[in-house]
């Protein structure tokens, strides 16, 4: 019996750590207008995980309309230039319903220093928002998990 709880236990314990960790190092800041703070990698380099290089910092401020605004920085979360940055990018909602992943593409514009954008409806919870915006012919990812 214990053999068969100690499985239990190891299988399932493998099966929340499957999950991927995230792409870039892990963050601890704050957001300075109140939302949740990602790293902003290459997108070229998103398959190494939390190994992947920061280049940017990016905060994800929500409204209750679905209005989504995200904002850039730098490594020591000073507001980036966004003249260096194409003016618009796009972004993926990916929620979880009946076992299988779905996903909405949506674009977004730069306006008054952030990329705006009205986001679909994420019909269940928790959900992801992946960001991708170019610098020059370099694609910048960042992803924002497990929103509620």
Not at 45 to 74: P, Q
Not at 78 to 99: C, M, Y
Not at 108 to 127: E, I
Request: net charge positive.
């Amino acid at each position: 019996m214990k053999r068969i709880i100690l499985l239990a236990t190891v299988l399932l314990s493998a099966g929340a750590l499957a999950h991927d960790e995230g792409h870039g190092p892990k963050l601890n800041d704050s957001g300075k207008q109140g939302g949740i703070v990602s790293p902003v990698v290459d997108a070229a380099e998103a398959s190494k995980g939390t190994k992947a290089a920061l280049l940017y910092k990016a905060e994800l401020v929500r409204s209750e309309d679905g209005t989504v605004r995200i904002y850039y920085y730098d490594k020591d979360m000073k507001p980036l230039d966004l003249a260096k940055l194409d003016k618009s990018g796009k972004a993926v909602l990916s929620f979880k319903k009946n076992k299988k992943w779905n996903k909405e593409e949506f674009a977004l514009n730069q306006t008054d220093g952030a990329y705006v954008a009205k986001a679909p409806k994420a019909l269940s919870k928790p959900f992801n928002i992946d960001v991708v915006v170019k610098e020059g012919n370099k694609e910048l990812l960042t992803a924002f998990d497990n929103l509620d």
